[in-house]
Every structure is written in C-alpha cells, then in structure tokens.
C-alpha cells in the first residue's frame, strides 16, 4: 500500500488579508512610544480608540469610524489620567462606554458624546480607586453588564460592580505581576497568565485556583480561551528563545496538548481566536505578519492556512467586534493596526473569497450580540449564563439600548493614624506632585495672608480693650 499525504478540507484555507485604502486608514495620529506590552488601542462599531503620546499625565484619542483620514494635531483627547495610559476598552453592550487604567493606579470610565469628543475630556463619568500600583489591564466580563476586572502591578485583580462604583471581590493569588486575562465563553472561569511564570485557571467569584501550570520549558506570556472547546492556547518562549505557542486542556494543565516553535524573533506574539470560525491568528509585536490558523478538538488539533505579510512593523491591534463586520464582503475578521513610524491605523480585513453575493450562513453562525445575559448581583451570586446570539444576517447593524448610569457615591474615609489616606493621596508620577507642590505652596500663601489678617484684628481688639480700660469711668 502506498503512503499518501493527508490533505485537510476546510473552507478558510483560502483567506486572505486586505488591507484599507490610504483614505480609509486614520493618518497623522500620535501613538503612544510606551513600550508597556498592550495594543494601545480599542474599537467597537462606532469609535476607535488610541493610545497617544503626551506630556504629562496620559490621553487617548477617540474618533468616529467614519472618520476617516488625516487627523488634526490638535484633534480633542481623553486626559483626565495623570500618569501613562496603559490599558483601553470598550463596554460590550455600551457603545459610548469605554474603560481606561493608568500608572496613577486608577481605573476611570468614560462616557463619548454622540458624534465624538468636541473638546477635550478631563472628567470622568467614574473613577475607581483601589490599586496600590499602577494598573496595567481592564478587562469587562463577556455575558454579564457593569462587572470589570483590572489587574495592578500590585499583583491582584479587582473585579469592579460599576452599579455602586466600588470593588467587590479581589483576587489575590499571584506573586508577580499579571500579564494577561483571558475569560470562557460564559465567564465563569478566569485564566492568567504572570510574570512568575505560572498559568492559571481561576474561579473568579471566589478566587479559587482551579488548574495551575509551571511553565518552565515554555515562558508563558499571552494566553486566550478556545470558546467552549476546554482548551487554552498561550504564547510565549522557548527554552532556546524562539516563539512558541501552546495548546492546553483546562481541566489538565500538568503538560501541555501540543507545542510548536513559530520563529526566532523575540517579538511577542499576540494571540486572537474567533469563535465562530474557530481561527486564530497570531501576531507579532514589532514585525508585520499576522499568522492564521484552524483549530479542531481531534489530533493535530492546529492546522496552518496561511499568513498575511506586511512591511510595517505593528506596535499593537485593534479588533472590531463581529457584529461591525461587512458581511456582504465576506469578511471573518477584522484588525486596526497601529503603524507607530507613520503615525497611521491601518484596517486589515480577512476575507473568505466566495463568488456569490448572498449571506453565507456557513461562516456567519449565531454570535455573541450587544445584550447581556446576567445582571451584576445575578452573576455576583453565583448564576452563569451564555451569551445572548444575534445573527448577522439582520441584526448585526443593530445598537444597544442600554444606557449607563453612575453611581452617586458617598464621601468615605480610611484613617488611620489621624490621616485620611482616601483624602490623603500621595503622589505618584512627577506630574502629579509637581501640581500638588504648587497646590500647597499656594495653600500656604493663603493661610500666611489670613494669619496676618488675624493678627491685625487681634492687635485693634487689644488697642480697643486698652482704651476702654484707661478711659474715665462714668457716673
């Protein structure tokens, strides 16, 4: 019997990458040079949002889609943080919401005008105080409305009910800095990913560690659920220093499924799966290819398509969400990526080439839609819920109706050793105490002018008192 290959069917092997027209592309925008390893940049189906370069404190850029093409210098930005903008994120059921964490070691929610900024925005709608350290991720939860989870480089996660503006559970677990967060498809299970080079599976409700892996031979730096396939694929570094990815089973992670060396470039490598078309794509941070691949449940489990090649080096990726797409186009999937040298946003859509011009159902199954399944005390008490679906086929143009509302929060104090610490705030960026030296030097002045105007009052009463003794008494 002769040996003969085995050839894989699948309907995306021929995928292809394309990118945007020069005029589609946003131009002249002056992204971050932060050399913290996140995308810098978010984008929903109404906005896009970037990371940008700024003296003193941090600021973003929020412009419409449609908006396409050169952007003014002095465009309208978020700059209410004092430190460094580290980590954006859109609300998945509000589209005007977005949340930003900073290295002033606070978490901050915005609300975008309709139409976009028209000037800048220094106020925001919430701001979250909680972290010892600066806070480098945010992460809302995908079924459930107003829960976020941030994680600080004080080694814990706080997972935030934005209903009463305050944290309401805290994970404490880790012993190094958290590099990255990933949820199931339910949000039910948590997955990190940390500096001490563990990977782990976390109940989030409780903080329990449920599965935890000691990667040694494989450095772990990114790592993302595989939707309801009970599987984890992370990034990261072989023992030799090549990229590497790996496939885990999350109820096992003693060894993992499979391992495969991508290249010899030290670059991160930024994983993204898809759901619906089972793809991941992995890119590279600092190179400007974007790897894609099928995943399956049965052996080999990954199987390479194909790869989208790019001169410009990409700083980080936005992904629109699935509802944004162009169905009429084909298109799977959809990035922004950030063109630090050129100061450019560049879409790149990934493309099924099909000839006909109808809906094509067997690419476009029922997705997670703009409606959340769960309340906050629903999901707080225990309750997990799927994501309510929408298809594409008509509702995909469709908005959310839901409206934030932020808590009004009482003034609270900690004090401890007759200090208000909350009122108290020491500073923590230059910026920062530079404003409250000047804040207290003019303090002082005042205080020095009512002390002297005291002292002139005091010194008439004194006069006044002395008068009235020496005078003659009457009769």
Same mark, same amino acid.
């Given at each position: ?10 309907? *995306? ?16 925008? !002056? ?8 995308? *810098?940049?978010?984008?929903?189906? %109404? ?12 600021? *973003?850029?929020?412009? !419409? ?31 005007? #919401? ?14 975008? !005008? ?34 976020? *989870? ?24 880790? +012993? &190094? ?13 948590? +997955? ?12 989030? %409700?409780?903080? =329990? ?12 730096? =990114? ?67 974007? %790897? ?64 006909? &011009? ?60 007759? #200090? &208000?610490?909350?009122?108290?705030? !020491? ?17 002082? =002045? ?22 009235? =003794? ?6």
């Amino acid at each position: 019997m002769s040996w003969r290959p085995q050839y894989r069917s699948s309907k *995306f092997r021929n995928v292809y990458g394309k990118v945007a027209n020069r005029e589609h592309c946003f131009d002249g925008i !002056p992204i971050t040079k932060n050399v913290h390893d996140n995308h *810098f940049c978010a984008v929903n189906t %109404r906005f896009l949002a970037i990371v940008t370069e700024s003296a003193g404190g941090g600021s *973003f850029l929020v412009i !419409p889609l449609e908006q396409t093409g050169r952007i003014e210098p002095n465009y309208p930005k978020v700059c209410g943080h004092q430190g460094n903008v580290l980590d954006i994120k859109w609300n998945p059921f509000i589209d005007n #919401i977005i949340a930003s964490c900073s290295e002033d070691t606070s978490v901050r929610i915005w609300e975008i !005008p309709e139409g976009g900024l028209k000037r800048n925005m220094t106020e925001a709608l919430l701001e979250l105080h909680g972290h010892s350290r600066r806070v480098g991720l945010v992460e809302w939860h995908p079924t459930t409305n107003n829960i976020l *989870f941030s994680a600080g480089y004080d080694y814990k996660v706080l997972i935030w009910n934005l209903d009463v503006g305050e944290p309401v559970k805290m994970i404490d677990c880790h +012993t &190094d800095v958290i590099l990255c967060m990933s949820f199931n498809t339910d949000g039910s299970l948590l +997955t990190t990913t940390c500096k001490d080079k563990k990977l782990r599976v976390i109940e989030p %409700r409780s903080g =329990r560690v449920l599965q935890e892996a000691n990667c040694k031979n494989h450095r772990v730096n =990114r790592v993302v659920f595989l939707g309801n396939m009970k599987r984890l694929l992370t990034t990261g570094v072989s023992r030799w220093n090549t990229r590497q990815i790996a496939l885990w089973d999350q109820e096992d992670l003693s060894m993992p499924l499979i391992e495969e060396e991508i290249d010899g470039l030290s670059g991160l490598l930024f994983p993204f799966y898809d759901a619906d078309t089972h793809m991941l794509y992995l890119a590279g941070k600092g190179d400007g290819n974007i %790897r894609y691949y099928e995943i399956s449940t049965e052996k080999p489990y990954l199987s390479y398509l194909m790869e989208f090649r790019s001169p410009a080096p990409q700083k980080g990726l936005g992904v629109m969400p699935k509802h944004g797409l162009d169905v009429s186009a084909c298109e799977v999937f959809r990035f922004y990526k950030l063109v630090t040298l050129k100061g450019l946003i560049e879409p790149i859509s990934m493309i099924v080439p099909r000839r006909s &011009d109808s809906y094509q159902e067997d690419i476009y199954p029922m997705t997670p839609g703009t409606e959340p399944a769960l309340t906050p005390d629903e999901w707080l008490g225990g309750i997990n819920r799927d994501p309510v679906l929408m298809s594409l086929k008509e509702g995909y143009k469709k908005s959310s109706r839901m409206v934030f509302k932020a808590p009004i929060k009482e003034k609270k104090s900690v004090v401890v050793n007759g #200090i &208000d610490l909350l009122e108290n705030v !020491p500073p923590r960026t230059e910026n920062e105490l530079l404003r409250m030296f000047f804040r207290q030097q003019d303090e002082i =002045r005042r205080l020095k002018e009512e002390l002297a105007q005291k002292d002139i009052r005091i010194r008439q009463l004194q006069l006044e008192l002395k008068n009235l =003794r020496n005078s003659p008494k009457n009769c």
